[in-house]
């Protein structure tokens, strides 16, 4: 079959928006951020407290790796005051 100028051209437009649909939707089912709130660290609370208080059903170590990587943590020290982006867990 031997296709003209305009059909090549048809051809090439509905291939390349069928693989730009297809990306979109890739990368919008399995990269999402999980939804997050932000939560005031009170006097006495540690990582381990807020992230047992806030997601209970994963492991705390886990969560308090989450916690410092949204928060730009490079230790694990937390003041009263401070508001932190935590996971949204099943609490």
Known sequence: M???????????VAV????????AAAASSGD???????VEVHRGDTLWSI???YSASRDPVT??????HLNHLSGYTI???QELSVP????
């Open 79 to 81: 003041y009263p005051g």
């Open 2 to 12: 031997r296709l003209t100028r305009r059909g090549r051209l048809v051809r090439t």
């Open 32 to 38: 999402a951020e999980p939804p997050v709130r932000r």
């Open 63 to 68: 969560t308090i790796e989450r916690i410092r």
């Open 51 to 53: 992230a047992d208080r």
């Open 88 to 91: 949204a867990g099943d609490r």
């Open 16 to 23: 390349l928006v069928l693989a730009a649909g297809l990306g």
